[in-house]
T-cell receptor, first 115, second 116 residues
Framework: EAGVAQSPRYKIIEKRQSVAFWCNPISGHATLYWYQQILGQGPKLLIQFQNNGVVDDSQLPKDRFSAERLKGVDSTLKIQPAKLEDSAVYLC?????????????FGPGTRLTVL | GENVEQHPSTLSVQEGDSAVIKCTYSDSASNYFPWYKQELGKRPQLIIDIRSNVGEKKDQRIAVTLNKTAKHFSLHITETQPEDSAVYFCAASVLHGSSNTGKLIFGQGTTLQVKP
């Protein structure tokens, strides 16, 4: 089966600019996650969707980050305006279900550099 | 709050030796504990997982043990090979309020270097 797809793979922007990331999960996977992975750290969950509804966005900096999952399939994550500390790898993952834990499949990530 | 502590942060072993990575978690309701391997510049990939109704699970050279009372779990890699060199992350599930859906809290990662 095809894996989780993400684009772009790399992005360099200046602070205060906007950026958007795209994710296409594995077909049939109801749950989609966006993680932020800062260099040398573990992935930190930003937002979790179950189909097209938000299950958890407690760690999402809502003053600058937004995400949507229209039609319960693809998802986009946007940062506006970006700050230097947003430099990280943004990982998208999906799972078949999220009932007390199931395997999450990760995409290749988007490496964001904010100058 | 929700927390997963992972140790050590770096581990260097000789090829053929064993490697052990340990994690502790804070939420006693956690019931799913996956381990991910992330090679440089690549995506995390699940290598083994364990649920709270099992104390140990093995898959060839990899094993995971879980102590629910102490709230810690460990990854054991035997007969290490250079291709085992990577960053390893543990994670523990945390439920969303009273629902039956959950999320993963990841440890900080362990960089394993296997010297030939």
């Amino acid at each position: 089966e095809a894996g989780v797809a993400q684009s772009p793979r790399y992005k360099i922007i200046e602070k205060r600019q906007s950026v958007a990331f795209w994710c296409n999960p594995i077909s049939g996977h109801a749950t989609l996650y966006w993680y932020q992975q800062i260099l040398g750290q573990g992935p930190k969950l930003l937002i979790q969707f179950q189909n097209n509804g938000v299950v958890d966005d407690s760690q999402l900096p809502k003053d600058r980050f937004s995400a949507e999952r229209l039609k319960g399939v693809d998802s986009t994550l946007k940062i506006q305006p970006a700050k230097l500390e947003d430099s990280a790898v943004y990982l998208c993952a999906s799972s078949l279900e999220e009932i007390r834990g199931s395997e999450q499949f990760f995409g290749p990530g988007t490496r964001l550099t904010v100058l | 709050g929700e927390n997963v502590e992972q140790h050590p942060s770096t581990l260097s072993v000789q090829e053929g030796d064993s490697a052990v990575i340990k994690c502790t978690y804070s939420d006693s309701a956690s019931n799913y504990f996956p381990w991910y391997k992330q090679e440089l510049g690549k995506r995390p990939q699940l290598i083994i997982d364990i649920r709270s109704n099992v104390g140990e699970k093995k898959d060839q050279r990899i094993a995971v043990t879980l102590n629910k009372t102490a709230k810690h779990f460990s990854l054991h890699i035997t007969e290490t090979q250079p291709e085992d060199s990577a960053v390893y992350f543990c994670a523990a599930s945390v439920l969303h309020g009273s629902s039956n859906t959950g999320k993963l809290i990841f440890g900080q990662g362990t960089t394993l270097q296997v010297k030939p």
